[in-house]
T-cell receptor
């Protein structure tokens, strides 16, 4: 069974500082990997996704993530955070090769990001 | 294009009652998935429907059920409510066949069970 671990429950960074959120996954084959963001009182929004190819993927709002198969990781990064980035971030893994997409995603427990001025 | 719409946004029920939540997916999306979000358990997959058929189901008791209509709108029902059912219930829609892997989420229905 697939699983996702986000080891950091809560991270606090200063505005303008760099950010890295960790994500480790467990899956027996090639995974589909995603990062979603949830602002307070909102649903989740896709930031970026990895299916195959270039292991460094770019997403919206200046985020990027790097897939490292040897480490089973898919960490999210941003070079300079803005106050509006304060939210909860979820890593998710889907099963590749099912032929009908990834409607069943397995999510990590999330990392809450606080930005201090 | 309108986003995913969930109703009601907030509701309060008492133990033993039942509740029905509604989800209208993005126009053209035929897949609808439901997730339960709680502070302790995070996002847990409930079930996924495609073209009125349940295609996947998570590990929830039979009190949790759902259905999808011919217009792709979906409902989920929870019977005999328990305190532990208090959660944010999120609906997500996606296109079948596009293989984009992107789920579009609604804002959720927040259920409180007293």
């Amino acid at each position: 069974a697939q699983s996702v671990t986000q080891p950091d429950i809560h991270i606090t960074v200063s505005e303008g500082a760099s950010l890295e959120l960790r994500c480790n996954y467990s899956y027996g084959a090639t995974p589909y990997l995603f990062w979603y963001v949830q602002s307070p009182g909102q649903g989740l929004q896709l930031l970026l996704k990895y299916f195959s190819g270039d292991t460094l993927v770019q997403g919206i709002k200046g985020f990027e993530a790097e897939f490292k198969r040897s480490q089973s990781s898919f960490n999210l990064r941003k070079p300079s955070v803005h106050w509006s980035d304060a939210a909860e971030y979820f890593c998710a893994v889907g099963a590749a090769g099912l032929g009908f997409g990834n409607e069943k995603l397995t999510f990590g427990t999330g990392t809450r990001l606080t930005i201090i001025p | 294009k309108a986003g995913v719409t969930q109703t009601p946004r907030y509701l309060i029920k008492t133990r033993g009652q039942q509740v029905t939540l509604s989800c209208s997916p993005i126009s053209g999306h035929r897949s609808v998935s439901w997730y339960q979000q709680t502070p302790g358990q995070g996002l847990q997959f409930l079930f996924e429907y495609f073209s009125e058929t349940q295609r996947n189901k998570g590990n929830f008791p039979g009190r949790f059920s759902g259905r999808q209509f011919s217009n792709s709108r979906s409902e989920m029902n929870v019977s005999t409510l328990e305190l532990g059912d208090s959660a944010l219930y999120l609906c997500a829609s996606s296109e079948q066949g596009s293989n984009t892997g992107e789920l579009f989420f609604g804002e959720g229905s927040r259920l409180t069970v007293l």
